[in-house]
Every structure is written in C-alpha cells, then in structure tokens.
C-alpha cells in the first residue's frame, strides 16, 4: 500500500522566506503527484500537477520537483507572503486512487 | 460554472440513523470522488467512479455505499451512521483518472 508522508507538519516562517516542502512516498510506481492547498474550513485547491515523466513544474512562485526513483517531491514557494498561510498537501496517483500525506501547516508572519 | 458543490455542509445525526450526501458538478467529468478527512489521518478515498453507471471501492469503503445515477451527481450514503463515521467529506470530479481533481467544499459529519 501506497505510504505518503510530509514533513514537517507545521512551519512558521517569516514573510518574504523562500521555503522548501517536502513530500516522500514509498512505491514509485505512480502516474503523477500533486500538490495542493488546503485554507481552514475549506475544500482543496490543486496548486501543481506533475506527471511521472516530469521533473518539476512552475506556476508563478511555486515549484514542484519529482525524483520518482526516490520517492520524493518538494514544493519550493519562492518570496513567501502572509496569503500563502494554508495547508500544503501532496497526492500521489497509483491509478484511479489518489493517495494523501497529512499535510505541511505553513503560517507566514508579517 | 458552480465547480464542484456538496450538501448539506453541516450535519449531526444520532447512532443508527441514515443519511444521503449529494456531491454535483457542472464541468462534466468523467470520475468522481468521495474522501474522508480525520485529523492525523489525511484524505483517504472512500469510493470513486469512472463513469456514469459505475462505482468502486477506495481505501476505506466499509460502511458506505454510493450511486452515480446522471453524470453529474455522486451520491454517499450512510446506512446506519457510527461514530467513527465522524469526520469532514469531500467530493472531488476529475476528467480522468490521471488528471487534477477538483474538490467541493466538503461536509462536517457529526455521528453522536
């Protein structure tokens, strides 16, 4: 069974940090990872999606790097901002399953 | 374009008793997802479905059941509520089984 974890649980960092997530898994036969954002009381936000063949992808601040023969992702917010504070989750996709590590709380401090 | 939207968004029930969740999304995707949300536990998926008429179990199905009747509506049931049932449930579409997932806004359950 497809293990994900993600460390630390929870970071504090002041504004204007750059910072690394970091996602690890124990089977690396996956189709794609994902990260997303999760804000408190509500549902999750897809942030990046890389696919197994991917090294990284980009999308404004944020990057997302794969090494599936490790088993690891990190997702690298570049410049951080207090509207970045929110739970950070990666997913792995086996399949037609997706499976989740517990997340990263990031709270970003004026 | 509403996405991807859940109801109820709060519910209470009482040991034994039964309740249906109704999961609709308007961007028609082909698969559709149940989560549940446990502190400490991550999401885990509770059934999906990859087509209109068509179901499978995920990770944690016992205790449930689920129908996709018309391609826009998931629907979770729960026959006989426990209070390990307790926990926030998320509805997620996606066009297919390799693409993003987009979530609902999820629903709070409270089984006492």
């Known amino acids: 069974k497809q293990e994900v974890t993600q460390i630390p649980a929870a970071l504090s960092v002041p504004e204007g940090e750059n910072l690394v997530l970091n996602c690890s898994f124990t089977d690396s036969a996956i189709y794609n990872l994902q990260w997303f954002r999760q804000d408190p009381g509500k549902g999750l936000t897809s942030l990046l999606l890389?696919?197994?063949?991917?090294r990284e992808q980009t999308s404004g601040r944020l990057n997302a790097s794969l090494d599936k023969s490790s088993g690891r992702s990190t997702l690298y917010i570049a410049a951080s901002q207090p509207g970045d504070s929110a739970t950070y989750l990666c997913a792995v996709d086996t399949g037609n399953q997706f499976y989740f590590g517990t997340g990263t709380s990031l709270t970003v401090i004026p | 374009n509403a996405g991807v939207t859940q109801t109820p968004k709060f519910r209470v029930l009482k040991t034994g008793q039964s309740m249906t969740l109704l999961c609709a999304q308007d961007m028609n995707h082909e698969y559709m997802y149940w989560y549940r949300q446990d502190p400490g536990m991550g999401l885990r998926l509770i059934h999906y479905?990859?087509?209109?008429?068509?179901?499978a179990k995920g990770e944690v199905p016992d205790g449930y059941n689920v129908s996709r009747l018309k391609k826009q509506n998931f629907l979770l049931g729960l026959e006989s509520a426990a209070p390990s049932q307790t926990s926030v449930y998320f509805c997620?579409?996606?066009?297919?089984?390799?693409?993003?997932?987009?979530f609902g806004p999820g629903t709070r359950l409270t089984v006492l």
């Open positions: 479905s990859v087509g209109e008429g068509t179901t």
């Open positions: 997620a579409s996606g066009r297919s089984g390799g693409d993003t997932q987009y």
């Open positions: 890389i696919q197994s063949s991917q």
